[in-house]
């Protein structure tokens, strides 16, 4: 199973860096590093790469909050696209001055891989191979801290180089205002808080299932009565 688990996550690394690098490449290093996408894509990158080295290892991966946390962004990523932005233009501004862009694999789907491949094999990822149980419902406003941080960065982005492009609508002070920035805020927050926890109240139902099951095996080994009766239970 390490090996299995191992190959996994091997596999959403070279999706995860196949849509960053090849869309670094094509648009310039700048633009597509002010996106949630890409900066959600280069965290699960970074922390699948750790777990697929510890599982070959047959070693303890990333600690339950970062792989929540890697998780839940680029879910987030996912479901912001295909609910809110799907038909949006297209995300990427034109390439940084001076850094002719780059046609690349011109094969390679960016956006499919990271706002729809990327997400499900993280979900499917969190489901099957993660260590259930460990996750606590504190996280899920620890894991804010990471969209409010990006938010303020946007922010103050626009207001230092005001001729940038604001990376989304939702966060476009030129569009919304600031009063619209911060009720956007709070809605976006409410909604990714939301999520967070029910990533925890499955985490926390799969753990609780498998301390069952594993009761019930303890219980099994007991003396024939005490099985019988584990079995009817």
């Known amino acids: 199973m390490p090996v299995v688990v191992g190959l996994f996550r091997s596999v959403v690394v070279v999706a995860g860096v196949a849509g960053v690098g090849v869309d670094m490449a094509r648009s310039g290093i700048w633009p597509p590093l002010v996106y949630f ?3 959600s894509n280069a965290i699960l990158v970074a922390c699948f790469a750790a777990g697929a080295y510890a599982a070959f290892r047959r070693r303890p991966g990333p600690p339950p909050a970062v792989k929540g946390a890697a998780t839940l962004y ?8 295909h609910l809110v932005l799907a038909d949006a233009p297209a995300p990427l501004p034109p390439a940084s001055p001076g850094v002719p862009p780059v046609e690349v694999l011109p094969f390679v789907d960016t956006g499919l891989l990271m706002h729809t491949v990327t ?4 979900a499917a990822d969190f489901l099957l191979f993660d260590r259930h149980g460990r996750l606590r419902w504190r996280h899920a406003l620890l894991w804010l ?8 960065f946007t922010t103050v982005r626009g207001i230092v180089l005001p001729g940038s492009a604001y990376p989304y609508f939702f966060v476009d002070v030129r569009m919304v205002g600031y009063d619209g920035l911060l009720l956007n805020v709070l809605g976006y927050g409410v909604a990714f808080y939301l999520l967070g926890l029910v990533l925890i109240g499955v985490d926390r139902l799969l753990g609780a299932r498998v301390r069952g099951g594993r009761r019930g095996v303890g219980a099994g080994q007991a003396p024939s009565a005490a099985g019988s009766a584990s079995a009817g239970a």
């Open 37 to 39: 996408t890409l900066q």
């Open 119 to 122: 997400p499900v094999l993280a």
């Open 145 to 152: 801290s990471y969209p409010l941080a990006y938010v303020a």
């Open 74 to 81: 680029i879910l987030i990523t996912g479901l912001v696209f």
